[in-house]
């Protein structure tokens, strides 16, 4: 099992910034990927941006430039800066877990953390 608590959204006006924050514990050595959704009223949730153990990202087109993931493995953590936000940045942003057990994988997930973008 793997547990995530995120924090740091917040309401931020467009052009402001924001860093997210999600703690991992439990089974953490076989966490093969750490990712950040975002689920906007009335869509589905998305991917936003990824991060492999051995530090490898990708982003999603709309926040490339503009969003940076990052890890610290001596914490446990992983971390989403937001920059130049904008209102369709507004959502609820989760942290995921991807674990690779043997041929075994499992998702999991925080509570979500809620960014509001508005002036």
């Known amino acids: 099992q793997v547990q995530l608590v995120e924090s740091g959204g917040g309401l931020v006006q467009p052009g402001g910034s924001l860093r997210l924050s999600c703690a991992a514990s439990?089974?953490?050595?076989?966490?093969?990927?750490m990712n950040w959704y975002r689920q906007a009223p009335g869509k589905e949730r998305a991917v936003v941006a990824g991060?492999?153990?051995?530090?490898?990202?990708n982003y999603a087109n709309s926040v490339k430039g503009r969003f940076t993931i990052s890890r610290d493995n001596s914490k446990n953590a992983v971390y989403l800066q937001m920059n130049s936000l904008k209102l369709e940045d507004t959502a609820v942003y989760y942290c995921?877990?991807?674990?690779?057990?043997?041929?075994?994988?499992?998702?999991?997930w925080g509570q979500g953390t809620q960014v509001t973008v508005s002036s």
């Open positions: 439990g089974s953490i050595s076989s966490i093969a990927r």
């Open positions: 995921n877990a991807f674990q690779l057990v043997g041929m075994t994988r499992n998702n999991y």
């Open positions: 991060i492999t153990t051995g530090g490898t990202t």
